[in-house]
């Protein structure tokens, strides 16, 4: 009998080894597919709280999501604009699966918060345009009119459309140069257009959203002459545009008005800003306009990078040195391992020469004055 009650524990435990393995290789081969309905080449990070960052579709986008729905900074490519607002619907979803609706009567003794009826998830409400580059603002039309915008009094009786679609915020900067068709552009449709724009140093919106404060910060001439950093009080999150970038030499649009003297400043803005939490690591969280998640470390020592070519290029410039001639004596030579690149979209011949003409190179010195003694 003794051999048989043996017999049997070897026959269930290995049923059960057998089934635990198939189960562990299951979801092991689950977390190896594509979320669905999540498109290949895009991923949610969660950042903090109700931040994530959405990869993938151009320009990094930083997404508030919750309760009181969906604020969206920046909207990346138009081609990818459908791919985003399926991501954002997902992640909606899965808010309403992990968290209960408020219960009714009982509070939370309610049976209808029992029997798991969810309210649906409220729409896209804000998107937040750091600046105007198509990676940035190009599903700008798409979005908006995915979402939408909530009004009441006197806004929702004299504006009859003023609930259709998501508000768009960004500095004034932005919405002059999608309406003004410079250098033969097409303007951008009215729909892609920021609806509330702001000219003053900072703008907050009016009240929490998603529990928090949400301030918009303009810096002046760096990547741009409209750039916006997005501060999430509350997470302690930073959404920088490309004011900051990971991947990288600074990109510096000086016919949009950039200059690598504004980029060091707002480098220097978002660690006035930022708050660490040991010796210089973790705490606040800065979102770049590309690469990887950053704190005020990774900001510290791309800011030294940016100020210490800054400094050599106009150094070079006070010697009245040709753009052929400070290219040729390389000043980002000791950080192009990192930086640098010889072809893409913007490569380091292209920072320099952005660096050197912000900095007045190329310009004709001014005459001087004569230099004779008086009698």
Same mark, same amino acid.
């Given at each position: ?143 908006? @009119? ?156 791309? @800011? ?7 400094? @050599? ?63």
């Amino acid at each position: 009998m003794s051999r048989c009650f043996w017999l049997l524990v070897t026959v269930a435990a290995a049923f059960f080894i057998t089934a635990s393995s198939a189960r562990i290789a299951a979801q092991q081969g689950a977390r190896q597919q594509p979320a669905p309905g999540l498109a290949e080449g895009l991923q949610f990070l969660p950042v903090r709280g109700n931040i994530y960052v959405l990869q993938g579709a151009g320009a990094n986008i930083t997404v508030s999501i919750g309760r009181d729905g969906v604020l969206m900074v920046d909207s990346g490519l138009a081609s990818m604009g459908d791919q985003v607002l399926a991501a954002i619907r997902r992640l909606q979803a899965q808010l309403d699966l992990r968290e209960k609706p408020v219960g009714f009567g009982a509070e939370t003794r309610s049976t209808v918060a029992d029997r798991h009826i969810e309210s649906p998830a409220k729409p896209i409400r804000y998107i937040i345009n750091t600046h105007v580059h198509p990676d940035h603002v190009g599903a700008n039309e798409l979005l908006r @009119r995915s979402g939408a915008t909530f009004t009441g009094g006197n806004v929702a009786g004299n504006i009859a459309d003023a609930s259709e679609g998501a508000a768009i915020l960004a500095h004034e900067a932005v919405l002059q140069r999608m309406t003004s068709g410079a250098e033969g552009a097409t303007p951008a449709p009215a729909d892609a257009q920021p609806t509330d724009t702001y000219y003053t140093d900072t703008m907050k919106l009016s009240h929490f959203f998603n529990g928090e404060g949400v301030q918009l910060i303009h810096q002046p001439s760096a990547h741009t002459d409209g750039d916006t950093l997005v501060w999430f009080r509350g997470s302690d999150v930073i959404a920088a545009g490309d004011l900051y970038s990971t991947t990288t030499y600074p990109i510096v649009d000086t016919k949009l008005g950039g200059s690598i003297n504004g980029v060091v400043n707002g480098l220097n803005r978002i660690l006035r800003l930022s708050i660490a939490e040991f010796r210089t690591e973790g705490g606040t969280l800065v979102v770049p306009g590309h690469g990887r998640l950053s704190d005020s470390a990774d900001v510290a020592y791309y @800011r030294d990078m940016v100020t210490i070519i800054r400094d @050599r290029v106009q150094t070079m410039v006070a010697k009245g040195m040709t753009l052929e001639q400070v290219k040729a004596a390389k000043p980002t030579l000791d950080y192009d391992p990192r930086y640098g690149a010889t072809s893409g979209p913007w490569t380091t011949d292209q920072f320099v020469e952005a660096a050197y003409v912000s900095l007045g190179g190329g310009k004709a010195a001014a005459p001087r004055a004569s230099q004779g003694r008086s009698k």
